[in-house]
């Protein structure tokens, strides 16, 4: 059959027998969250960022 690149057997060997690493916990907001509030706090409720009145 033209076109295959390797046999169905051996897909997936690999990633299986690799350990899973689990993804590190987060401090910050991830960066959509943190840009939603920044804009809400900006733009609806007209405060500033980072200024003290």
């Excluded at 959509?32 to 409720?45: A, P």
């Amino acid at each position: 059959m033209p076109g295959s690149h390797g046999s169905l057997t051996k897909a997936g060997k690999v990633r299986e027998s690799t350990p899973k690493v689990h993804s590190r916990e987060r401090h910050s907001p991830i960066p959509r969250v943190r840009n939603k509030r920044n804009y809400m706090k900006r733009v609806i409720q007209g405060q500033t960022i980072g200024v003290k009145k």
